[in-house]
C-alpha cells in the first residue's frame, strides 16, 4: 500500500466497481451544447443521467436522485431558477451536488450566480484555471469558456476555495489538479485532441456526479478524473481527429475497468 492508498477511503478501482453494480440515477442540469453528449458519457461511463432542470420539478428530482449536477453554461433567469430549486432539494435530501462555474469570469451575471450557487455548498466544484481562480477570489485571463491560465496557476486559488466552501475543487486541463484544502493530487492523462470536442469538460462534471453518488467527495472527483485519463489515452490511440475521437472515446469509456483504473498516473502534490 503506498501512502497515497492510504489517504483513499474508497479507491478509483473500487468506485469504478460500485458504479457499475449501482447504476447511480444522477440529475444533470446542464448547458444545451453538452446536453446529448454528457448522457451519453454518463450511459457508456456506467451511470444514468437524467437531464431535468425545470424549477416546477427540479428541487423533488434532486432529492430522489443519487446525485446531482449543475452547470451554468447556458444561463437564463428560468434555468437559474431551476438550478437553485434542484441544489435547495439536494441539501435537504443529503444529496451531494457537483458545480461547474461555466464562464463564470465573463460577466457580472455569470459571476453573481456562481458564487451564489458556490455558497450553498456543493460537495465538488469542478473548473477550469480561470474559473477557478475567479471563485477562489483571484483573477485570470479566461475568454469566453476557455482558461486563459494553466492549471497549476490555480493551485492556490483551489486549495483557498476547497477551505472557504467546504468542498472538494478540481482544475482540470493537460493535467488535473484536485484538493480538499488539505490533500492535494495531480492526475496525469488524457489526450491534446479532448479539449477540441466541445462539452468534454462539461460531461466530466456529470461523471463526477455519478461517481459522488458512491463514494465521498475527494474519490469521487479522483475517480472520474482518472476514468477521463485513461479512456481518452486510448481513444486518441484509434482516432483521426476530434470527429473519430467522439464514438472512440464513448467506446473507451464503457471498456475501462477497475483494474485499468491504478494509481500509477496519480502524484500527491
Not at 465573463?106 to 474559473?131: F, H, M, Q, W
Not at 495531480?186 to 456529470?206: D, S
Request: aromatic share 6%.
Amino acid at each position: 500500500m503506498t501512502a497515497l492508498d492510504e489517504t483513499l477511503a474508497t479507491t478509483p478501482a473500487e468506485a469504478l466497481s460500485r458504479l457499475r453494480a449501482a447504476t447511480p440515477l444522477v440529475q444533470c442540469i446542464t448547458n444545451f451544447v453538452a446536453m446529448n453528449y454528457a448522457a451519453n458519457v454518463m450511459l457508456a461511463a456506467g451511470a444514468s443521467p437524467a437531464m431535468v432542470h425545470a424549477a416546477e420539478e427540479a428541487g423533488e428530482f434532486a432529492a430522489i436522485s443519487g446525485a446531482l449536477t449543475v452547470n451554468i453554461g447556458t444561463l437564463s433567469p428560468d434555468w437559474v431558477a431551476g438550478m437553485t430549486a434542484a441544489v435547495d432539494g439536494a441539501n435537504a435530501a443529503g444529496v451531494p451536488w457537483v458545480l461547474d462555474p461555466v464562464a463564470c469570469f465573463a460577466t457580472r451575471y455569470r459571476g453573481a450566480v456562481s458564487r451564489d450557487l458556490a455558497a450553498r455548498k456543493p460537495a465538488i466544484i469542478r473548473g477550469n484555471a480561470s474559473e477557478i481562480l475567479f471563485l477562489g477570489g483571484g483573477s485570470g485571463s479566461g475568454k469566453g469558456a476557455d482558461a486563459g491560465d494553466p492549471v497549476a496557476a490555480a493551485s492556490g486559488a483551489a486549495r483557498a476555495l476547497a477551505g472557504q466552501v467546504g468542498c472538494v475543487a478540481a482544475v482540470t486541463g493537460p493535467e488535473d489538479f484536485l484538493t480538499d484544502g488539505t490533500r492535494a493530487l495531480w492526475i496525469m492523462g488524457g489526450a491534446p485532441v479532448m479539449p477540441l470536442v466541445t462539452a468534454t469538460g462539461c460531461a466530466l462534471t456529470a461523471l463526477m456526479g455519478g461517481y459522488a453518488a458512491v463514494a465521498q467527495p475527494f474519490e469521487a472527483a479522483l475517480s472520474a478524473l482518472m476514468h477521463f485519463a485513461v479512456a481518452g489515452e486510448r481513444a486518441a490511440t484509434r482516432a483521426a481527429g476530434p470527429g473519430s475521437f467522439v464514438p472512440a472515446f464513448l467506446d473507451a469509456l464503457s471498456a475501462v475497468q477497475p483494474g485499468d483504473m491504478g494509481l500509477d498516473r496519480v502524484r500527491m502534490a
